[in-house]
């Protein structure tokens, strides 16, 4: 019987299934198109997620570059500019590459680490009983398996069969119209990059621009043909058929009120040329039912304002791999799988609550305007902006994290550099592994944590101050000075200690509660 089966080879299916290999587990993904997806969505990922991609030796491969992630300088909330250069601790990272590459670089990880992708076979049926799931597809046959992880995207067929009800709400009284152009050399304003418009004005890059009739965004990318984007509430029909360049610049015309010039893309397709009416926001009521869970857009759906999408989906799949692999290993202690809902959910909430904020901020008329200018004051305080950034970052939230904690228990780990003895060493270098991490920097602990030698690593090890300006080796501060930190795989803090002697019996404590009991431990003979 195969342990795992993950329905569906987009991006939160495939990064689940590498954080599964890492862990030992060898998945089964179930994907129903035959080759890679033509559709283009996302521009760019946004969020802590950047992080924990460097935390898995992907961001270099993503980025090209062997510089680590460093925060963003500036980016934007429902139409208003976030400069963020000068907010401390500035938690905003982003990655600018399209979702077709990051798919890529996810399947070409995944054969790497021996995952099975099947492609061309459609979930189409199941059923389950206390010990396994039978799948089954399309083609006539049927794959038993231990867990079956729904990574099949919004309408997922995983969900509806595992009898997951999916509240929120629908929409259907804006549409939104995206497409690669091209535009004359003296239409892009030299000092800021942004699209003149004459008898307008320029629409800076990058930014939602908000009129009272609608949105309007120039993103001149560097590496591909720069596109145009608009929204606008419905107030007649809606063309049908496939949308047209003539379409969006009629659309852009009514945003700005005066004539767009918009030419066809240069260079090799397929170029991006697409509408959109309504939207929704939806969560699944819950994320498991029996031996089926789901991650990613089976589980949650919003608008993409703001690209918040990724950042969610792939820390889902982060935080349930390990989770998964344990129970799979069978030294899951009791309530761990749980935990990835009790964990999780809670984002997914947030995330809806930000683009439906968002959304509206975005909105046509006079009210929103008057909303406007109070929110631009709010924002005008740099508190206000960090507040933000940290929501759109994903960074806002602490797992739980037991009683009489220190500050750090339950936080995502900071971008620490470690003396080991052969020479400084990035956190992310040590959590390429996926492994449950002690890090001991008082050189006491590693007898104690002896006996989950086979789960996890101990790290005896010095940290390094943050040298001035640099954002991404931050020390560890909050609570005094910490001296050992136990690490999730998902590189939350189980587990910290601020004394030079740390209690050994907190420590194995948390290592049990997290990582279950010891080898050495009888019930585990
Ligand atoms: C227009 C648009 C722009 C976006 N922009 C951004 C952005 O800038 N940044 C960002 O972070 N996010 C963005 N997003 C969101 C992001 O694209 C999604 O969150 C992401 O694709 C979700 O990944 P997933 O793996 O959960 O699902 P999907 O990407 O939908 O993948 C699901 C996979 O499951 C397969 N599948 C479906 N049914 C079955 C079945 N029955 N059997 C087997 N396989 C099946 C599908 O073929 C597909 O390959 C955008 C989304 C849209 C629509």
């Known amino acids: 019987m195969i342990d795992v089966v993950v329905a569906g080879a987009g991006p939160n299916g495939l990064m689940l299934a590498c954080e599964l ?10 994907e129903r198109l035959t080759g890679p997806t033509e559709e283009q969505r996302a521009n760019g990922m946004v969020g802590q997620v950047v992080r924990m991609l460097d935390r898995r030796g992907l961001y270099a491969r993503l980025s090209g570059s062997a510089v680590p992630p460093q925060p963003a300088p500036r980016y934007v909330f429902g139409a208003f500019p976030l400069e963020l250069a000068g907010v401390t601790d500035n938690p905003l990272y982003v990655l600018p590459v399209p979702q077709r590459r990051v798919e890529q670089v996810l399947a070409e990880r995944a054969a790497e680490l021996g995952v099975e992708v099947r492609r061309g076979q459609e979930v189409t049926g199941l059923s389950q009983d206390a010990d396994s799931v ?4 399309a083609s006539g046959e049927t794959v038993s398996a231990r867990w079956l992880v729904g990574a099949d995207g919004g309408r997922s067929v995983v969900r509806k069969l595992a009898g997951i009800d999916f509240p929120g709400v629908t929409t259907d009284d804006d549409v939104s119209r995206t497409a690669h152009v091209s535009v004359a050399a003296d239409r892009v304003d030299p000092a800021t990059g942004g699209l003149i418009i004459d008898g307008w004005g320029i629409v800076p890059p990058f930014q939602h621009t908000r009129t009272e009739r609608g949105l309007i965004v120039w993103a001149p990318f560097p590496d591909r043909p720069p596109s145009v984007s608009t929204a606008e509430r419905i107030a007649g029909p809606v063309e049908t058929g496939p949308m047209t360049l003539a379409e969006l610049a009629a659309s852009a015309e009514r945003v700005v009120g005066v004539k767009v010039l918009l030419g066809p ?54 935080n349930l791999g390990w989770k998964l692999a344990a129970a799979v290993h069978g030294h899951a ?20 609550m930000s683009t439906q ?3 509206v901020l975005v909105g046509p008329g006079s009210e929103i305007t008057a909303l406007r200018v109070l929110f631009g004051e709010l924002l005008a305080k740099p508190e206000n902006t960090r507040h933000v950034a940290a929501l759109l970052a994903g960074a806002d939230f602490r797992y739980e994290a037991g009683t009489a904690a220190l500050d750090q228990v339950g936080r995502w780990a900071p971008d620490l550099v470690l003396h080991t003895g052969s020479g400084p ?23 104690a944590a002896a006996p989950w030698g086979d789960r996890v690593d101990v790290i005896t090890a010095k940290t390094e101050p943050a040298r001035s300006g640099e954002q991404n080796a931050t020390p560890l501060a909050g609570d005094g000075d910490v001296t050992a930190l136990l690490l999730r795989p998902d590189c939350y803090v189980a587990w910290a200690s601020t004394s030079d002697r740390p209690d050994e019996r907190e420590l194995r404590a948390a290592l049990e509660h997290w990582f279950g009991a010891p080898y050495s431990d009888p019930r585990r003979r």
Request: proline share 6%; glycine share 12%; no cysteine.
């Open 21 to 30: 290999a890492l862990a030992g587990v060898r998945p089964l993904v179930l």
């Open 134 to 137: 039978r799948v089954s597809l």
């Open 265 to 318: 893309p240069a260079g090799e397709g397929p170029h991006l040329m697409r509408r959109l009416t309504g939207g929704n926001a939806r969560l699944a009521e819950k994320y498991r039912a029996g031996r089926v869970l789901l991650i990613g857009d089976a589980a949650h759906v919003h608008s993409a304002i703001g690209g918040p999408g990724l950042n969610l989906g792939l820390q889902d799949a982060v």
């Open 333 to 352: 202690p009791a309530g761990l799988l749980d935990s990835y809902e009790a964990e999780r959910r809670p984002v997914a909430q947030r995330v809806t």
């Open 357 to 359: 904020a968002q959304s």
């Open 425 to 447: 060493v990035r956190l992310a270098e040590l959590t390429v592994s996926a492994r449950p991490l002690l890090l001991d920097l008082t050189g006491t602990l590693g007898a």
